[in-house]
């Protein structure tokens, strides 16, 4: 699964997820909510470039 990087250099790793926002591990990068945001900056998932 490919990783997303946002600018502000926090990467999503689909492997790992975002466990403490309610993204379990193992979660494609299609399937993480528009609505989550980046859990260092607050900046949008459509912010996010593949890494």
Do not use: H, L, R
């Amino acid at each position: 699964m490919d990783k997303y990087a946002c600018p502000c250099g926090y990467e999503y790793d689909p492997a790992v997820g975002d466990p403490d926002n309610g993204i379990a591990p193992g979660t494609p990068w299609e399937q993480v909510p528009d609505s989550w945001v980046c859990p260092v900056c607050g900046m949008g998932k459509d912010v996010f470039e593949n890494a």
